[in-house]
């Protein structure tokens, strides 16, 4: 078998790994909640993410940051981790897992927005129709929710936490460049894990008093949606480019509306099926455009 071969066996294999464990997530955070806040659950997934991010960081052979750039890590670990899953975490308190994952995959959207307000990156007609596309989909998805055209808090809260994940994406290719995906990726975890640790007290009492498979779920988002998933996005991303490594990742809705009809029995309404169909259709418009077909490279790093 040649090199490429195997090469492309590998990629197809991280990639798979990545959408499962993201789309699991979802599920994942709705057993959590059944013995944690929202708030201590995000601080105990990112404390087991961290440590066994530390363990790793060895093999990982990080780059030190610079000093002037750790506010900025600080900044975006702030709102691609703190922000994005403890607004994600409350969300799904009244939200489903899948209807959940659904507005999460409008992130490319506003990542697209932020590009073109602050870089100054052309959207275009296609972008801009395929957003309002998106939008009506999240609109039609929400009346499947709480049959009415007000949008309930759990909506709003993950919306917000699509914007502030937006953010994390659209500000941080200068510090990817910089220091590569696996640092990056790692830094603004703890970074964003040290702010999180204003929800540390009432922790112990809460994991004390949760029942064990709570808390096996907990254990299960900290080392595999957290870190494992993440590593293996990067290593695709290190192979094939971020368009064609993140393309495939609009699957996770179909995928977490599988996993929690299997996991807790979730099973979403046909309003919320049809709105979710308008809001993929919307952002794959939005987000896809022709570009030339880029080879795998046979000598990506594991």
């Not at 670990?77 to 489903?96: D, K, P, R």
């Not at 990817?176 to 640092?183: I, P, T, W």
């Not at 970074?191 to 907990?218: E, H, K």
């Amino acid at each position: 078998m040649s090199a490429y071969s195997n090469s492309k066996g590998r990629v197809l294999a991280a990639h798979g790994v990545s959408l499962v464990l993201w789309a699991s997530a979802f599920a994942g955070i709705r057993v959590g909640l059944q013995g944690y806040s929202p708030e201590h659950l995000s601080l105990l997934r990112f404390l087991i993410g961290s440590a066994f991010l530390l363990v790793l960081a060895p093999f990982l052979r990080l780059p030190l940051p610079a000093k002037k750039d750790i506010p900025a890590l600080f900044l975006l670990g702030g709102l691609g981790f703190s922000v994005y899953h403890t607004a994600l975490n409350i969300g799904e308190l009244t939200v489903s897992a899948g209807v959940a994952s659904l507005f999460v995959t409008t992130t490319p959207i506003f990542s697209a927005l932020f590009a073109f307000l602050f870089f100054r990156e052309r959207c275009g007609a296609r972008g801009w129709i395929g957003a309002l596309i998106a939008f009506t989909g999240v609109v039609v998805c929400s009346l499947g929710i709480d049959s009415s055209l007000s949008f309930n808090n759990g909506i709003f809260l993950i919306l917000l936490a699509a914007v502030s994940e937006s953010i994390y994406f659209a500000f941080q290719r200068n510090y990817v460049e910089k220091y590569g995906v696996f640092a990056f990726t790692a830094y603004t975890l703890w970074a964003g894990t040290l702010l999180m640790l204003v929800f540390l007290p009432g922790l112990g009492s809460a994991i004390l008093s949760a029942p064990w498979a709570v808390t096996q779920s907990v254990l299960y988002l900290g080392i595999f949606p957290s870190v494992v998933a993440y590593l293996a996005l990067a290593y695709v991303t290190s192979a094939v480019g971020t368009k064609e490594a993140t393309s495939s990742l609009y699957l996770t809705p179909a995928l977490s509306f599988l996993i929690a009809w299997g996991w807790l029995g979730e099973v979403p309404s046909w309003l919320s099926i049809a709105g979710g169909v308008v809001t993929l259709a919307g952002v794959l418009l939005a987000v896809n455009k022709k570009h030339p077909q880029q080879q795998i490279k046979a000598d990506a790093p594991l």
